[in-house]
C-alpha cells in the first residue's frame, strides 16, 4: 500500500478521500489554489501545496503543477477525483511518465471512453445496446440536418467529449436545430475544450440508469449493482438513490452483465460507472465515466463497501477485496446534492459567504459529505455544490423517511441553496412511488416551485424578536446602571400618554409589513400580526400564545433569515425612523446576475425589441444564461462586447420600455 498520495482535486471529494486514506494509514497532500487558500480540504491533508490561480484553467487543470506539488511532495500516487483532470488521458500518461501511480484506469481506457461516438462504436461492435443515433464526424450543418431528420425529431444534442449535461441540447424540429448547434458547441468548448457533438434519437420518458463496475490488474471485472440517476435538471442529476426502484433481478443481471463487458472491451482497470438510459423493457449504452462518480455514496451504504478504499488497494496491484458471489444488496440508499443555488431564478447560482451552517447530526442512517463551513464562501470559479445528503434505511419507504427529515434539520444561510427545492422532490407523490423518469422535475415543476407566499406568523415572529433582543442587549451594554430603580435600565418603551410600544418594518422583497408590538414588564411582547394579536417571547424557541416553534434565526446586520420547516425566509428589517431604506433599482437598465463572460451579443443599439426577446447570452459557471428584454422597448446602449468579462451587477445594456 501507498505511504503517501496526492489528490489532484477540491472541495467533498478531496476531503472524502482524505477520510479514506487516514483510516489507512496513507499520508495525504494537497494543492489549492489561490481561492481556495483557507479551504477544508486544504486544513485536512497532511500537506498542501498552492498551484496557481483561481480560474481552474490555471491551477487544477495544470497538469505540469500538479505533477511538480508531487514530486516536491514524494507521493507516491495520485488520486483525481472527479471533474477537472479525473478523465484526462494526458493526465494519466503523465503521471505514469513522471514514475506515479494514477489511481484509475490506463490512459488508453480512458480515451476509448473519452468521446462518446467512438465510445458508442466500440460498443456497438461489442454487443453492447446503444441509442440509435449519429456519431460521425462530419460537423456541417447539411449533415447534421440530414442526419437528424433520419433519426427523426426530437432528437438529442450532446458533447461528444464531456458529461454533466453541459452541451446538452433537445431540439424538436428542424427550424431549431442550428441554433441549437450553436450554443452546444459553445458551452462544449468552454467546459471540455472540445466542441465536436453527436446526435442521438430523444426518448421522452426514458430512466438513467448506471451500473457501478470494478476491475483488477488480475483479469477480475464486476458489478456492483446499480444506481437510478433519473430526477435530473437539465441533465444534471440532483437525486440518486440505489437500488433502483422496480429493478427485477432478470434485467439487474442484464444490465450488469452488459456493463462489464464494456469493461472488458477496454481493458478497464479501478472503479468506472457504464450509464444506461431506460425506456420500458429495453436499456441502451449511454457512456461510460471512467472515474469515480460524485453519487457512489449510495452504493457504498448497500454494499458496506468503501470504494475508495478499493481504489487505492487496486491502484496498488491488490486484487478485487471480494467476488461477485460475495455480493449483496442490504437496504435502500438515497444521496441529495445541495447546492448554493436559487431555484426561484433559473436555479442560478449562489455566489457568496455561507454566515450560517448547521448539517444534521451523522449517523449511521444518515452521513454528509462536504467541503464546505461556515464561513466559506462559494467562488465564482468552481462547482457550487456545498455537500451531498446521503440517507439509509433497511427499504426505500424508510429511506425516504429519513432523507424527508433530514432535510428538514439540515439549516444553510448565508447563500441560497437548494434544499426547500430537494424536499418539494423528496415529498413528491410521483418520486414516493418510484415512478420517476428524466422529465420528473420539468413537469412537475408547478409542484417544486409554488408561488412565493408571504412570511408566516411563526417567520415574523422571529424577526421581530431577533431584532427586540438584540435592540434590549445593545441599549442594556449602552447604559446599564448599578442602581437597579433607573430609568435607564427599564426597557419597556415607557410612553406619558398611552400605551407603550414599538413599530417594526420588516421588508418581503417588494411588500412591506409593519408589526406593533407592546413590552411586558414581566417579559415577552405582544404582536399586532396582520391577522391578528399574540403574545410572543422566546428567542433559541419562539412561543406563540405560549405554543413552542422551532426556528434558526441568523442575522446580518439589517437582513434577517428565519429557517422554519426546513425552508429560508429572508426579511430585511428597516427602522422607521431612518426610513424604509429601499433601493430603487437604476430605471432603463439591465445587469450581470453573476460574474461570467459575454459570448454572443444577440441585439444591437436602436432595437426595436418585444418583451422575452434574446439580448445576450452570458455564461457562468460553465452554463450558458440568455438575458432577454423585460418589457416592449428599444435598446439605447449594449455596454459590452461578445468575450468581455462582467461583475455581479454590471449594466450590460441601457434599455427603454414603451
Known sequence: MFDKILIANRGEIACRIIRTARCLGIRTVAVYSEADTRALHVEMADEAY?????????????????????????????????G?????????????????VFIGPP???????????????????????????????????????????????????????????????????????????????REAKSSFGDDRLLIEKYLAHPRHIEIQVFADTHGNVISLFERDCSVQRRYQKVIEEAPAPGMDSERRRGMGEAACGAARAIGYVNAGTVEFIAEGDAFYFMEMNTRLQVEHPV????????????????????ALPRTAEQLAIRGHAIEARVYAEDPARDFRPSIGTITHLKPPRETIHVRVDTGVRAGDTIPVHYDPMIAKLIVWDSDRESALARLRRALAEYEIAGVTSNLAFLASIAGLPAFAAGKADTGLIAHHMAELLPPRRPPSREVLA????????????????????????????????????GEGYQDLLFRDGDSSI?????????????????????????????????????????????????????????????????????????????????????????????????????LLILEAMKM???????????????????????????????????
Not at 477537472?84 to 506515479?100: P, Q
Not at 460498443?123 to 446503444?130: C, D, F, S, T
Not at 437528424?148 to 444534442?157: C, E, H, K, Q, S
Not at 439605447?636 to 445594456?653: C, F, M
Open 299 to 318: 452504493t457504498e451504504a448497500i454494499t458496506g463497501i468503501d470504494l475508495v478504499e478499493w481504489q487505492l488497494r487496486v491502484a496498488a496491484d491488490e
Open 462 to 497: 422571529a424577526a421581530a424578536l431577533r431584532v427586540l433582543l438584540d435592540q434590549q442587549r445593545e441599549a442594556g451594554e449602552r447604559t446599564a446602571s448599578a442602581d437597579p430603580w433607573s430609568p435607564w435600565n427599564q426597557l419597556t418603551a415607557w410612553r406619558m400618554n
Open 107 to 185: 490512459a488508453s481506457a480512458i480515451r476509448a471512453m473519452g468521446l462518446k461516438s467512438s465510445a458508442k462504436a466500440l460498443m456497438a461492435r461489442a454487443g453492447v445496446p446503444v441509442v440509435p443515433g449519429y456519431h460521425g464526424e462530419a460537423a456541417d450543418i447539411e449533415t447534421l440536418s440530414s442526419e437528424a431528420a433520419r433519426i427523426g425529431y426530437p432528437v438529442l444534442i450532446k458533447a461528444s467529449a464531456g458529461g454533466g449535461g453541459k452541451g446538452m441540447r433537445v431540439v424538436d424540429g428542424a427550424s431549431d436545430l442550428a441554433g441549437a448547434l450553436a450554443s452546444a458547441r
Open 50 to 82: 498552492p498551484i496557481g490561480p483561481a480560474p481552474a484553467r490555471d491551477s487544477y487543470l495544470r497538469i505540469d503543477r500538479i505533477l511538480e506539488a508531487a514530486r516536491r511532495a514524494g507521493a507516491e500516487a495520485i488520486h483525481p477525483g472527479y
Open 84 to 100: 477537472f483532470l479525473s478523465e484526462n488521458a494526458e493526465f494519466a500518461d503523465a503521471c505514469v511518465a513522471e514514475g506515479k
Open 514 to 614: 409593519t408589526l406593533r408590538v407592546y413590552p411586558h414588564a414581566r417579559g415577552g411582547f405582544q404582536a399586532e400580526f396582520p391577522d391578528g394579536r399574540a403574545e410572543i417571547s422566546g428567542a433559541e424557541f419562539v412561543r406563540i400564545d405560549g405554543v413552542k416553534i422551532p426556528v434558526s434565526v441568523v442575522r446580518q446586520d439589517d437582513e434577517i433569515t428565519v429557517i422554519h420547516n426546513g425552508v429560508n425566509h429572508t426579511l430585511h428589517w428597516s427602522s422607521l425612523q431612518a426610513g424604509s431604506g429601499e433601493q430603487e433599482e437604476a430605471a432603463g437598465t439591465l445587469t450581470a446576475p453573476m460574474p461570467g463572460r459575454i459570448v454572443q451579443v444577440i441585439t444591437e443599439t436602436g432595437a426595436a425589441v418585444k418583451r422575452g426577446d434574446p
Open 624 to 658: 450558458e444564461y440568455t438575458i432577454a428584454a423585460p418589457a416592449d422597448g428599444k435598446v439605447q446602449e449594449i455596454r459590452y462586447a461578445a468575450g468581455d468579462v462582467v461583475q455581479e451587477g454590471a449594466e450590460l445594456i441601457s434599455f427603454s420600455s414603451e
